[in-house]
C-alpha cells in the first residue's frame, strides 16, 4: 500500500484547513473528556481541588444507591431490548408489506420519536395523577382506581418504564429503510420454492436486518444509561431512589458540590457505554456485510 502524500508546498495550506475542526474538537471533546477522567479522582468543590485517589471510587461501590441506580439503568436498557425493538421491528415488517394505510401508520407510529422525553414525562404525570389521572379514573370503573402509581415503590419504576416502552418509530424507520434495500429476487426465488411469508422473513429479512437490529439496540442502549430528564420530571428518582438512574445520581452529586465524585460516576457511564459499543457492536457484527 503506498503512502499518500501531501503535494509539495500543500503542507501549509492543509495544516490551516484543519486547525479550526482540531481546535473545536480540543475544547469541545478532548478538554472535558480530560477534566472529567482527571477531577473523577479528585474531591473537587469548585474552589477546592485536591487529589484523592480512588476514594471516589471506593466510597461509590459502597453507596447502595449507586447500585440501585445501576440497577434501575440496566432495568429500563433491558424494557427496550425485549420490548421497544423487537415490538418496533415486527411493526416495520408489516408495514413494508404495503397495507392499505400503511403510510398513515407510519406516520402515526414515529411522530411520538420527536416528542422530547420531557414533553412526554410531563403528560404521563398528569396520566398518572392519584386523583384526577386518566389511568385511575378509568381503573375506579371496576373499583381499582386510586393508586399512586409514581410514588409507590412497587409500582414506580415500572410506571416510569412504560412511558417509554412502545415509542418504537426510530427502529420501525430504519426496518423499513432496510428491507427496502433487499432484492426482491430473493423473496421471488423464495416463493418459487414454496416458501410462505413467514418463512421468507425468518430465513431472510430477518438475516440482513442484523445490521440494523444492532444498531438500534446499541442507540436505545446509549441513550437509556444516560436517561435523565423523564425520570428527573416524573419522580426525581423517588420514592425511596426506586427510579434512580445514574445520570440523575450524579446530578445529585452536583448539586452537593461534590463535583469529582460526581464525574467519578459520569467516568463509570462512559465506561458502561464502551463496553456496551463493543459488546453490541461484536455480538450483531455491526458494519460487516449481511451475506
Same mark, same amino acid.
Given at each position: 500500500?503506498v503512502?499518500?502524500?501531501?503535494?509539495?508546498?500543500?503542507?501549509?495550506?492543509?495544516?490551516?484547513?484543519?486547525?479550526?475542526?482540531?481546535?473545536?474538537?480540543?475544547?469541545?471533546?478532548?478538554?472535558?473528556?480530560?477534566?472529567l477522567?482527571?477531577?473523577?479522582?479528585?474531591?473537587?468543590?469548585?474552589?477546592?481541588?485536591?487529589? @484523592?485517589?480512588?476514594?471516589?471510587?471506593q466510597?461509590?461501590?459502597?453507596?447502595?444507591?449507586?447500585?440501585?441506580?445501576?440497577?434501575? @439503568?440496566?432495568?429500563?436498557?433491558?424494557?427496550?431490548?425485549?420490548?421497544?425493538?423487537?415490538?418496533? #421491528?415486527?411493526?416495520?415488517?408489516?408495514?413494508?408489506?404495503?397495507?392499505?394505510?400503511?403510510?398513515?401508520?407510519r406516520?402515526?407510529?414515529?411522530?411520538?420519536?420527536?416528542?422530547?422525553?420531557?414533553?412526554?414525562?410531563?403528560?404521563?404525570a398528569?396520566?398518572?395523577?392519584?386523583?384526577?389521572g386518566?389511568?385511575?379514573?378509568?381503573?375506579? #370503573?371496576?373499583?381499582?382506581?386510586?393508586?399512586?402509581?409514581?410514588?409507590?415503590?412497587?409500582?414506580?419504576?415500572?410506571?416510569?418504564?412504560?412511558?417509554?416502552?412502545?415509542?418504537?418509530?426510530?427502529?420501525?424507520?430504519l426496518?423499513? *429503510?432496510?428491507?427496502?434495500?433487499?432484492?426482491?429476487?430473493?423473496?421471488?426465488?423464495?416463493?418459487?420454492?414454496? *416458501?410462505?411469508?413467514?418463512?421468507?422473513?425468518?430465513?431472510?429479512?430477518?438475516?440482513?436486518?442484523r445490521?440494523?437490529?444492532?444498531?438500534?439496540?446499541?442507540?436505545r442502549?446509549?441513550?437509556?444509561?444516560?436517561?435523565?430528564?423523564?425520570?428527573?420530571?416524573?419522580?426525581?428518582?423517588?420514592?425511596?431512589?426506586?427510579?434512580?438512574?445514574?445520570?440523575?445520581?450524579?446530578?445529585?452529586?452536583?448539586?452537593?458540590?461534590?463535583?469529582?465524585?460526581?464525574?467519578?460516576?459520569?467516568?463509570?457511564?462512559l465506561?458502561i457505554?464502551?463496553?456496551?459499543?463493543?459488546?453490541?457492536?461484536?455480538a450483531?457484527?455491526?458494519?460487516?456485510?449481511?451475506?
Amino acid at each position: 500500500m503506498v503512502a499518500s502524500r501531501v503535494p509539495p508546498g500543500m503542507a501549509r495550506p492543509v495544516a490551516v484547513s484543519i486547525a479550526p475542526g482540531a481546535i473545536l474538537f480540543t475544547v469541545f471533546f478532548l478538554a472535558p473528556f480530560a477534566v472529567l477522567i482527571g477531577s473523577s479522582f479528585a474531591s473537587w468543590g469548585g474552589l477546592d481541588f485536591t487529589f @484523592t485517589g480512588w476514594d471516589n471510587y471506593q466510597t461509590m461501590v459502597q453507596d447502595p444507591v449507586f447500585w440501585k441506580a445501576v440497577r434501575n @439503568t440496566l432495568f429500563y436498557s433491558a424494557v427496550s431490548i425485549v420490548i421497544q425493538v423487537p415490538f418496533g #421491528v415486527v411493526v416495520g415488517i408489516i408495514l413494508s408489506q404495503k397495507l392499505p394505510g400503511w403510510r398513515t401508520f407510519r406516520t402515526v407510529i414515529f411522530v411520538p420519536f420527536v416528542i422530547s422525553g420531557a414533553a412526554y414525562a410531563l403528560v404521563y404525570a398528569a396520566f398518572y395523577n392519584s386523583r384526577y389521572g386518566l389511568l385511575n379514573q378509568t381503573l375506579s #370503573v371496576v373499583g381499582a382506581g386510586g393508586k399512586d402509581w409514581l410514588y409507590d415503590t412497587s409500582t414506580a419504576r415500572s410506571a416510569v418504564a412504560a412511558t417509554f416502552a412502545f415509542i418504537i418509530g426510530f427502529t420501525v424507520i430504519l426496518v423499513m *429503510a432496510e428491507i427496502a434495500s433487499i432484492p426482491r429476487e430473493l423473496y421471488e426465488a423464495a416463493e418459487t420454492d414454496g *416458501a410462505s411469508l413467514l418463512q421468507q422473513h425468518l430465513r431472510i429479512t430477518l438475516p440482513l436486518l442484523r445490521n440494523v437490529i444492532g444498531t438500534c439496540i446499541l442507540v436505545r442502549l446509549l441513550g437509556d444509561i444516560g436517561m435523565f430528564d423523564v425520570v428527573f420530571i416524573l419522580t426525581s428518582g423517588g420514592p425511596n431512589d426506586s427510579t434512580v438512574t445514574l445520570a440523575l445520581y450524579a446530578y445529585r452529586a452536583y448539586l452537593d458540590g461534590a463535583w469529582g465524585y460526581a464525574n467519578a460516576v459520569g467516568t463509570t457511564i462512559l465506561l458502561i457505554g464502551l463496553i456496551l459499543i463493543v459488546t453490541v457492536r461484536r455480538a450483531f457484527r455491526i458494519g460487516e456485510r449481511a451475506l
